[in-house]
Every structure is written in structure tokens, then in C-alpha cells.
């Protein structure tokens, strides 16, 4: 037996899925209100004799592995290990010796944590001063917020005592190693600083931000914040701080808070906007949007009107725009952060981000001329993936402007040829499709069918058989293509109709709808293409999409 068999025979997907989601009894299956989308009536199935879950509000669905791998928003090979240890099958590691040393250090940092936590609840002074902040015990403890007192060895010794030697402690980047005449030691990375544990998706501790006491003048010097130096477990490029505690309202709200600070998202949290993470001190990359886009497609971002600000985030919000993300952008007064505006008032933050405009609105309104337009904003417009979204904006800046749509475009095309995209330019990938959250419509239907047919594999019904076995064909399903997790949905769907073959007939034709939409679509781009080239040459080119876009119309009718 495989690892999965293994899990999947010694649990029951009724219990792992209770353990995050409350379920009700619904005939053989259980019923709950989706986790992955708002709803107020249940449409989220689970069945335990199918071993599979499906929700008809969102069209998720899966065997157990998958619904780990959304609710906790990690990959599959997380996903069995976290399945492994509650099922008590023990995952081989890919590589034993890698494995021992990074859980020996996620120990070493989870005990320094406990550490600075400890030493916060004895200085009233920096109690004082968090509360001054407007953060209060309970957020404290949430994000389990410490002290690293003045001293050269405090948390050196104290991970001492614990059997951590120096060099460990120098890996997990908590130690410096000194050379003096005295010779070589270790002294603490981190003095008199407000310690901020960096969390990895799990929770677990991989690193920390120190912000420096504020009486303490001189050691300012060294920087405000200090980081984590790049470790084992530490990669500051691939993590967002608060993720682990945001996940699950970024999924549910799909939506997520973006800021700039630790304490902005800590007050954010605290203010109820749970959603809320912060990149530490790096321009969004993209292995953060990829952490981010499991969950949401949606992201809102805080400025204030500061023009340096604005300038800041650009290069994060082209990269978003190009990995088909939306933005928004959620205004905060100005020369404020999110934090101190929460400290304020609460409610102020709170209308900000629901009343988010998106970037490109946002830009149009800071920007007036033709000039600063071209510059700043329809670069955005160019990074947008989908042509309808484009082509949606475009009309805003050419009425704006009072130009052409022609003549936008041509600047937009202008963009695209002088620097390709500008963020692969400057060393970007585009995100692999696999992660892709939504699938499309087409894949939707034909995940659909698929399950139909396994649902009804041993049919006697001849005029079925030969439906399924022409689709097959038609849609080149292979064997591996049909999981029996798919069933699930045909099952609920379908198990009252009066006639299957009708309802297997009806599914096929809006998968064909859906082919011909998008050839619509394809032509469509062609065309206008050609239309903006104006070249006298490709006349005959254009006439035969023309006739092509005619003959697809008149398919689509007659379905
Ligand atoms: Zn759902």
C-alpha cells in the first residue's frame, strides 16, 4: 500500500473534515456551510463512502488530501504529512538528514520565542510602551510578541542550558560568532529590541523582526527593525507576516489585507480585519503572491497619499497585475500607517479597506495629464492578463484623456515592445498555472462529466454507454482522468432524474458551448489585431476571421 492508501484506509474523511469544519447529517452524507466560500444554507457535501467532498456554491471539491491541502492552504506533499501524523503513518522524508536538522531548529527557535515572551511579561516598560501602541495582551499573546532584554548573551546562555550549541544557534541566525583578541564566542543578534515571531504557513516559528525600544537612542543606529539573517528555515522572499493566522478569513472574505508593518497587521487583526498580512521589508515577490493566490485573487493594499509611498509599491502591484490578480487600494490618512489609524479609530481602518478603490481608478484620480498618465498608469493596463479587462480600462483612459480608443491602445502595444513585460524583464516568472485556484467553466463541466461517467460506469443503458464512450473519444479522456472523487457531485446531482441519458446529453453541450466561446474569443482578438494594424496586405486575412467569427456564431445559435 502507498502512503495515501495507507492514510485514506485508517481514516474516515467525515472526521478530517469535522476537525475543521462543524458538519450535519444529510441522508448517508454530511452537509455543512462551505469553508472555501461565504454562504448561509449549506451546499459543502461530504461523503464517507465515497470518500470524497463537493461544494455546489464554489464547485471545490476532492478526496481528503485536497481538502487539506485548500483549508490549510499548503501543497500536497504538506498535506500528507499533516494527514500522516494524525493517521499515524509515518511520511519517509525526502531527505532524512535535511528533515533532522530543520526540525531540530524549528525546536531551537520555537524555545527563543518562549524565551523573549517571558522576559516581556517581567519589563513593565515595554508593556508600557506596547500599550501605548494600543496593542493589548490578548494580541500580544496572539502573535506571540517578546522581549530581547540589553545584553550581549542573555538568550545565548539560556539556549545554553538547553543543550543548543553556538554554531546551532548561529544557524537559526539568533547568534553572531565574534573574533576578538579574546578570542571567538557568540553574542545575541538581537539587544533591547520588541521581538515580532516570523511564522512559516504552520505556525511554526522560522525567524524574527526586531523593532528597537524607543528610549534606546543609540542603538537605533543599527536600524529601527532588524531581521532574521537568510537560514535554513528563514527566506524572507517567501513568507508574509501574519500568514499562518490570516488564512483562513483570507479564504473565507477572499480577500486579502496587504500592509506594510508587523504592527500594522497586528492592529489590523486586533480591529477585526483578520485577513491582514505584511511583507517584511521586501517588495512583494512572487513566491508571496503565489502563497497568497491559493487562497484569494483578491488583494487590498494600504497608502496613504504620499507620493513616495505610491512610487514604493508600484513594482508589486504590476507584478499582482500580471499574475491576474485584482487590487485595490484602501486609503489611510495622510502620513499615517494602518497601525496608528487604528489606534485612533478603529472604524476609520475599517472603512478604508471596504471601501477600496481599485489601483487603476486610484491612479487615474492621482493623475491628470496625458504625460503622467502614459507613464504611471497604462503600464498597469498592460499587465492585465485577460484582453476584456484591458480593453474595459482602456475606454476609462480614452474618455479620461479624450482620445481614441485606437489611439490608447497603441500606446499600450508601445509598452509591450519596448520592455516585454517590465517585471520579467527585471528577472520575474509567471506563476505555474497548476496553482491556478479557479478552474475555468470548461474544466468545471468536464470535471463534471467525467464524474457522471464514473458514477454510472456499470450502466445497461445502451444509448448511455455509447454517449459516454463517444465523449471519451471526442474529449480524449484518458484512464487516469477519472477519480473517483468526481463521482461525488454526478451522485448528488443527478441521482433523482428521470432520465440520465438527457442530463449527460445537456452537460456535453454546454462543454461545447463553452469550446466555441472560446474560439469566439480567440477570434476576436484576432481581429481586432488586424483592425489596428491597418495594413492594407492582410485583407484577405481578415476577411477569412470575419467569415470564421460568423460561422462560430451561427454553431453557438444552433446548440
Ligand atoms: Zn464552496
Given at each position: 500500500?502507498?502512503?495515501?492508501?495507507?492514510?485514506?484506509?485508517?481514516?474516515?474523511?467525515?472526521?478530517?473534515?469535522?476537525?475543521?469544519?462543524?458538519?450535519?447529517?444529510?441522508?448517508?452524507?454530511?452537509?455543512?456551510?462551505?469553508?472555501?466560500?461565504?454562504?448561509?444554507?449549506?451546499?459543502?457535501?461530504?461523503?464517507?463512502?465515497?470518500?470524497?467532498?463537493?461544494?455546489?456554491?464554489?464547485?471545490?471539491?476532492?478526496?481528503?488530501?485536497?481538502?487539506?491541502?485548500?483549508?490549510?492552504?499548503?501543497?500536497?506533499?504538506?498535506?500528507?504529512?499533516?494527514?500522516?501524523l494524525?493517521?499515524?503513518?509515518?511520511?519517509?522524508?525526502?531527505?532524512?538528514?535535511?528533515?533532522?536538522?530543520?526540525?531540530?531548529?524549528?525546536?531551537?527557535m520555537?524555545?527563543?520565542?518562549?524565551?523573549?515572551?517571558?522576559?516581556?511579561?517581567?519589563?513593565?516598560?515595554?508593556?508600557d510602551?506596547?500599550?501605548?501602541?494600543?496593542?493589548?495582551?490578548?494580541?500580544?499573546?496572539?502573535?506571540?510578541?517578546?522581549?530581547?532584554?540589553?545584553?550581549?548573551?542573555?538568550?545565548?546562555?539560556?539556549?545554553?542550558?538547553?543543550?543548543?550549541?553556538?554554531?546551532?544557534?548561529?544557524?537559526?541566525g539568533?547568534?553572531?560568532?565574534?573574533?576578538?583578541?579574546?578570542?571567538?564566542?557568540?553574542?545575541?543578534?538581537?539587544?533591547?529590541?520588541?521581538?515580532?515571531?516570523?511564522?512559516?504557513?504552520?505556525?511554526?516559528t522560522?525567524?524574527?523582526?526586531?523593532?528597537?525600544?524607543?528610549?534606546?537612542?543609540?542603538?537605533?543606529?543599527?536600524?529601527?527593525?532588524?531581521?532574521?539573517?537568510?537560514?535554513?528555515?528563514?527566506?524572507?522572499?517567501k513568507?508574509?507576516?501574519?500568514?499562518?493566522?490570516?488564512?483562513?478569513?483570507?479564504?473565507?472574505?477572499?480577500?486579502?489585507?496587504?500592509?506594510?508593518?508587523?504592527?500594522?497587521?497586528?492592529?489590523?487583526?486586533?480591529?477585526?480585519?483578520?485577513?491582514?498580512?505584511?511583507?517584511?521589508?521586501?517588495?512583494?515577490?512572487?513566491?508571496?503572491?503565489?502563497?497568497?493566490?491559493?487562497?484569494?485573487?483578491?488583494?487590498?493594499?494600504?497608502?496613504?497619499?504620499?507620493?513616495?509611498?505610491?512610487?514604493?509599491?508600484?513594482?508589486?502591484?504590476?507584478?499582482?497585475?500580471?499574475?491576474g490578480?485584482d487590487?485595490?487600494?484602501?486609503?489611510?490618512?495622510?502620513?499615517?500607517?494602518?497601525?496608528?489609524?487604528?489606534?485612533?479609530?478603529?472604524?476609520?481602518?475599517?472603512?478604508?479597506?471596504?471601501?477600496?478603490?481599485?489601483?487603476?481608478?486610484?491612479?487615474?484620480?492621482?493623475?491628470?495629464?496625458?504625460?503622467?498618465?502614459?507613464?504611471?498608469?497604462l503600464?498597469?493596463?498592460?499587465?492585465?492578463?485577460?484582453?476584456?479587462?484591458?480593453?474595459?480600462?482602456?475606454?476609462?483612459?480614452?474618455?479620461?484623456?479624450?482620445?481614441?480608443?485606437?489611439?490608447?491602445?497603441?500606446?499600450?502595444?508601445?509598452?509591450?515592445?519596448?520592455?516585454?513585460?517590465r517585471?520579467?524583464?527585471?528577472?520575474?516568472?509567471?506563476?505555474?498555472?497548476?496553482?491556478?485556484?479557479?478552474?475555468?467553466?470548461?474544466?468545471?463541466?468536464?470535471?463534471?462529466l467525467?464524474?457522471?461517467?464514473?458514477?454510472?460506469d456499470?450502466?445497461?443503458?445502451?444509448?448511455?454507454?455509447?454517449?459516454?464512450?463517444?465523449a471519451?473519444?471526442?474529449?480524449?479522456?484518458?484512464?487516469?482522468?477519472?477519480?473517483?472523487?468526481?463521482?461525488?457531485?454526478?451522485?448528488?446531482?443527478?441521482?433523482?432524474?428521470?432520465?440520465?441519458?438527457?442530463?449527460?446529453?445537456?452537460?456535453?453541450?454546454?462543454?461545447?458551448?463553452?469550446?466555441?466561446?472560446?474560439?469566439?474569443?480567440?477570434?476576436?482578438?484576432?481581429?481586432?489585431?488586424?483592425?489596428?494594424?491597418?495594413s492594407?496586405?492582410?485583407?484577405?486575412?481578415?476577411?477569412?476571421?470575419?467569415?470564421?467569427?460568423?460561422?462560430?456564431?451561427?454553431?453557438?445559435?444552433?446548440?
Amino acid at each position: 500500500m502507498t502512503s495515501v492508501e495507507q492514510i485514506k484506509s485508517r481514516l474516515n474523511i467525515a472526521d478530517v473534515v469535522q476537525g475543521y469544519v462543524k458538519l450535519q447529517k444529510a441522508g448517508v452524507n454530511f452537509k455543512a456551510n462551505c469553508p472555501f466560500h461565504q454562504e448561509k444554507t449549506p451546499s459543502f457535501f461530504v461523503s464517507p463512502a465515497r470518500e470524497s467532498w463537493h461544494c455546489f456554491g464554489c464547485s471545490r471539491g476532492g478526496d481528503m488530501f485536497s481538502f487539506v491541502m485548500e483549508i490549510e492552504g499548503v501543497g500536497f506533499l504538506d498535506s500528507l504529512k499533516i494527514l500522516g501524523l494524525k493517521a499515524g503513518v509515518e511520511i519517509t522524508p525526502l531527505d532524512r538528514k535535511d528533515k533532522g536538522e530543520k526540525e531540530h531548529l524549528h525546536e531551537l527557535m520555537d524555545s527563543a520565542k518562549k524565551f523573549f515572551e517571558a522576559r516581556l511579561k517581567e519589563d513593565s516598560r515595554v508593556i508600557d510602551y506596547l500599550k501605548s501602541r494600543g496593542v493589548t495582551g490578548e494580541t500580544a499573546k496572539k502573535f506571540g510578541i517578546g522581549f530581547a532584554p540589553l545584553g550581549w548573551r542573555n538568550l545565548h546562555d539560556f539556549l545554553k542550558l538547553k543543550n543548543y550549541s553556538g554554531l546551532e544557534m548561529e544557524k537559526a541566525g539568533l547568534t553572531i560568532k565574534s573574533s576578538g583578541p579574546q578570542g571567538s564566542g557568540y553574542y545575541d543578534r538581537f539587544r533591547n529590541r520588541i521581538m515580532f515571531p516570523i511564522t512559516n504557513s504552520s505556525g511554526l516559528t522560522v525567524g524574527f523582526s526586531g523593532r528597537i525600544v524607543p528610549w534606546d537612542a543609540e542603538a537605533e543606529k543599527a536600524g529601527k527593525y532588524i531581521n532574521s539573517p537568510q537560514t535554513v528555515l528563514f527566506d524572507k522572499s517567501k513568507l508574509l507576516y501574519g500568514f499562518d493566522k490570516a488564512k483562513t478569513e483570507m479564504r473565507k472574505q477572499d480577500m486579502c489585507v496587504l500592509v506594510e508593518g508587523q504592527m500594522d497587521v497586528v492592529m489590523s487583526h486586533q480591529a477585526g480585519i483578520e485577513n491582514t498580512v505584511a511583507v517584511s521589508g521586501t517588495a512583494l515577490t512572487h513566491e508571496q503572491l503565489n502563497l497568497i493566490k491559493r487562497l484569494t485573487q483578491n488583494i487590498v493594499m494600504a497608502f496613504d497619499k504620499d507620493a513616495a509611498g505610491i512610487g514604493a509599491a508600484s513594482r508589486g502591484i504590476e507584478l499582482a497585475f500580471e499574475n491576474g490578480f485584482d487590487i485595490k487600494i484602501a486609503l489611510v490618512p495622510l502620513g499615517k500607517d494602518p497601525a496608528d489609524t487604528i489606534k485612533e479609530d478603529a472604524s476609520k481602518w475599517k472603512e478604508a479597506v471596504l471601501g477600496a478603490v481599485h489601483a487603476i481608478d486610484f491612479y487615474l484620480s492621482v493623475y491628470q495629464d496625458r504625460k503622467s498618465i502614459e507613464k504611471n498608469v497604462l503600464p498597469y493596463i498592460a499587465a492585465l492578463p485577460s484582453e476584456i479587462e484591458k480593453s474595459r480600462w482602456i475606454k476609462k483612459v480614452a474618455d479620461k484623456l479624450e482620445a481614441s480608443e485606437e489611439a490608447v491602445w497603441e500606446e499600450i502595444k508601445k509598452i509591450k515592445k519596448n520592455s516585454g513585460s517590465r517585471a520579467q524583464a527585471a528577472g520575474g516568472r509567471n506563476i505555474p498555472t497548476e496553482s491556478h485556484p479557479k478552474k475555468t467553466r470548461r474544466n468545471l463541466l468536464m470535471d463534471r462529466l467525467k464524474g457522471f461517467i464514473i458514477w454510472q460506469d456499470k450502466t445497461e443503458d445502451k444509448e448511455l454507454k455509447e454517449l459516454f464512450d463517444k465523449a471519451k473519444n471526442d474529449f480524449n479522456f484518458k484512464e487516469e482522468d477519472f477519480k473517483e472523487s468526481l463521482a461525488l457531485e454526478a451522485e448528488l446531482l443527478y441521482s433523482g432524474s428521470e432520465s440520465l441519458l438527457t442530463e449527460a446529453q445537456a452537460i456535453i453541450k454546454e462543454i461545447e458551448k463553452d469550446g466555441i466561446k472560446e474560439k469566439l474569443e480567440e477570434t476576436a482578438k484576432k481581429i481586432k489585431k488586424i483592425e489596428l494594424q491597418k495594413s492594407d496586405g492582410e485583407k484577405e486575412e481578415l476577411n477569412r476571421l470575419i467569415g470564421d467569427f460568423q460561422t462560430l456564431m451561427k454553431k453557438l445559435n444552433q446548440l
